[in-house]
């Protein structure tokens, strides 16, 4: 069976990063028509993910983390990861703009 691009990164992040909160989304279809778009999605990403892992690591790091980890599929047709990256410790920006 034919695992989908983000069954893969959500297992390879989850195996990788023991994540607490791990949210994959595939964004392909909001930018149809953009560069690296094509037939079928799978090429535009959202990472949400939290994970104790990322404890003491600044943004960079943990970006580099991700994309070291994920570049198979960055090689072959994911054209862009918009990375959410938290560790445990850190409040979740979006329940915070929720309760603000």
Do not use: Y
Not at 51 to 68: I, T, W
């Amino acid at each position: 069976m034919h695992m989908s691009t983000k069954q893969i990164i959500a297992d390879k992040l989850q195996a990788a990063f023991s994540p607490s909160f791990l949210n994959v989304i595939d964004e392909s279809d909001k930018h149809k028509g953009h560069g690296g778009w094509r037939e079928g999605g799978e090429t535009h990403f959202r990472v949400q993910i939290a994970s104790a892992a990322f404890e003491g690591m600044n943004r960079v790091a943990r970006h580099r983390a991700l994309n070291d980890l994920l570049a198979d599929e960055l090689a072959s047709g994911v054209h862009a990861l918009a990375l959410e990256i938290r560790s445990d410790s850190e409040p979740d920006p979006r329940a915070a703009r929720v309760a603000g």
